[in-house]
């Protein structure tokens, strides 16, 4: 993306909050939650979102979180949601 005004290139940092938030939503759907967002399926989310926060040091709210924070909040998932295996791995 480039500056409208000077024409210099802009890099804007990774959203790793929204990535993780991707990962989790895929998780419950993994675990048989609709695609599309419900109340019963955002409330899963929230929980999920608060035993994450718990663990991880600075994830709270919507604010930016760095790439290690995004990988303990992932490690946190796996324990809480591990992924099934799938009818090929049987």
Do not use: W
């Not at 399926?41 to 604010?63: M, T």
Request: hydrophobic fraction near 30%.
């Amino acid at each position: 993306m480039n500056c409208p005004n000077c024409g210099h290139e802009i890099t804007a940092p990774f959203n790793y909050s929204k990535k993780l938030a991707d990962d989790i939503e895929e998780r419950l759907t993994h675990y048989g939650h609709p695609q599309q967002r419900n109340p019963h399926k955002y409330q899963a989310y929230c929980s999920v979102r608060v035993v994450i926060a718990l663990h991880v040091e600075g994830i709270k709210g919507a604010r930016q979180i760095t790439e290690e924070q995004y990988k303990q909040g992932i490690e946190v998932l796996d324990r809480i949601l591990p992924e099934k295996p799938t009818e090929a791995d049987c």
